[in-house]
C-alpha cells in the first residue's frame, strides 16, 4: 500500500531533551516536506527536500533540523524541543515539486508532540 | 508565508445541502489544490485545477477558478455526514487556515 509513515504518533517530552520524528515513503517520491499544523494557524512548513541531499527551509525552520540521505526518509529532529514547539505535525511526499507541476502530496497521519 | 485563505473559517449546514467555501489567493499560481482533513488526521488531495482551468467536476465535488480575482470555490452537492471534516486550499506548498464543515444530522 502506498503511504506516507511517522514515528511516533504521539509524543510527550520534557524541554531540551533531543528528539526525532522519522518519516518514511514508499512511493520513490522524489519531494518530501514537513508541516506543523497549529490551532488558528493552520499549516505551515518547516522544512522540504527536492530530492536526497537536498533540503531548503519552509516558512518556521526555526529549532528544527532535517536530513535526506536516503529518498524515503525524511526524519524531522528537533535538537532542543521548547514549548513552543508543541504541535501537530505532519509529513507530506509528492512526486516532483509539489504544486509547482501539479503534484498531489501524500500526507502521514501526523505527530502529535508536547513538550513540557 | 500564508497564500491561500478560506472562507468562511467554520460552516454548518443541513445533510442533504451544498456546501460552498471559498479560498483566496496573492501572488499568480500553477494549479490550485483543495484538501480535506478529518478531525486531527492527515490531510487527503481532493482534486487540483490548473490555472488555465475555470471549472472542474470529481464526484459531488466542483472545484472553480477565477485567476483574475485570484479566487477559488469548492462546492460539495448533497452533502453528508462523513464530509463534515476541514477543508484546505492549497497554492504551491502552501496552505489556508481551512474551513471547518460540519453536516447536521
Known amino acids: 500500500e502506498a503511504q506516507v509513515t511517522q514515528n511516533p504518533r504521539y509524543l510527550i517530552t520534557v524541554t531540551g531533551k533531543k528528539l526525532t520524528v522519522t518519516c518514511s515513503q514508499n512511493?520513490?517520491?522524489?519531494?518530501m516536506s514537513w508541516y506543523r499544523q497549529d490551532p488558528g494557524l493552520g499549516l505551515r512548513q518547516i522544512y522540504y527536500?527536492?530530492?536526497?541531499?537536498?533540503?531548503d527551509k519552509g516558512d518556521v525552520p526555526e529549532g528544527y533540523k532535517v536530513s535526506r540521505k536516503e529518498k524515503r526518509n525524511f526524519p524531522l529532529i528537533l535538537e532542543s524541543p521548547s514549548p513552543n514547539q508543541t504541535s501537530l505535525y505532519f509529513c507530506a511526499s509528492s512526486l516532483l515539486s509539489s504544486g509547482r507541476y501539479g503534484d498531489t502530496q501524500y500526507f502521514g497521519p501526523g505527530t502529535r508532540l508536547t513538550v513540557l | 508565508s500564508q497564500q491561500g485563505e478560506e472562507d468562511p473559517q467554520a460552516l454548518s449546514i443541513q445533510e442533504g445541502e451544498n456546501a460552498t467555501m471559498n479560498c483566496s489567493y496573492k501572488?499568480?499560481?500553477?494549479?490550485l489544490q483543495w484538501y480535506r482533513q478529518n478531525s486531527g488526521r492527515g490531510l487527503v488531495h481532493l482534486i487540483l485545477?490548473?490555472?488555465?482551468?475555470r471549472e472542474k467536476h470529481s464526484g459531488r465535488l466542483r472545484v472553480t477558478l477565477d485567476t483574475s480575482k485570484k479566487s477559488s470555490s469548492l462546492l460539495i452537492t448533497a452533502s453528508r455526514a462523513a464530509d463534515t471534516a476541514s477543508y484546505f486550499c492549497a497554492t504551491d506548498a502552501t496552505f489556508g487556515k481551512g474551513t471547518r464543515l460540519h453536516i447536521l444530522p
Open positions: 512511493m520513490n517520491h522524489e519531494y
Open positions: 527536500s527536492m530530492n536526497v541531499e537536498v533540503t
Open positions: 501572488t499568480s499560481i500553477n494549479n
Open positions: 485545477i490548473r490555472s488555465n482551468e
